[in-house]
């Protein structure tokens, strides 16, 4: 079982950075798929980024670039790392792990965190 608690989220301008980060239970966590995901209001959740045990990484078409993912096993924590940040990216960013990779889909991954609203103004 692992519990993952997201933070960082806030409220920023457009062409501005943010850092969120996902905390995570568990002494077997460095062998967990993890994900970012996000969700606007009245949109699908979406995949965002994925970081995998062995620290392969993947990134979707809208964020490549300007995103990145990286874990830290030793702190039990993975971090999305977000530049150049546009209004369309403003939604809810939830952190999800799997034992495996179960894909870009949501409906995929074991464990969820609560989510960290980022907001992004023009």
């Known amino acids: 079982q692992v519990q993952l608690l997201e933070s960082g989220g806030g409220q920023v301008q457009a062409g501005s950075s943010l850092s969120v980060s996902c905390l995570a239970s568990g002494r077997t966590f460095s062998r967990y798929a993890v994900a970012w995901f996000r969700q606007a209001p009245g949109k699908e959740r979406e995949f965002v980024a994925s970081?995998?045990?062995?620290?392969?990484?993947q990134y979707a078409g809208s964020v490549e670039g300007r995103f990145s993912i990286s874990r830290d096993n030793a702190k039990n924590t993975v971090y999305l790392q977000m530049n150049s940040l546009k209004p369309e990216d403003t939604a809810v960013y939830y952190c999800?792990?799997?034992?495996?990779?179960?894909?870009?889909?949501?409906?995929?991954?074991?464990?969820w965190g609560q989510g960290t609203q980022v907001t992004v103004s023009s």
């Open positions: 970081i995998g045990s062995t620290a392969g990484t």
């Open positions: 999800a792990a799997d034992r495996s990779f179960p894909g870009l889909f949501a409906t995929g991954w074991d464990f």
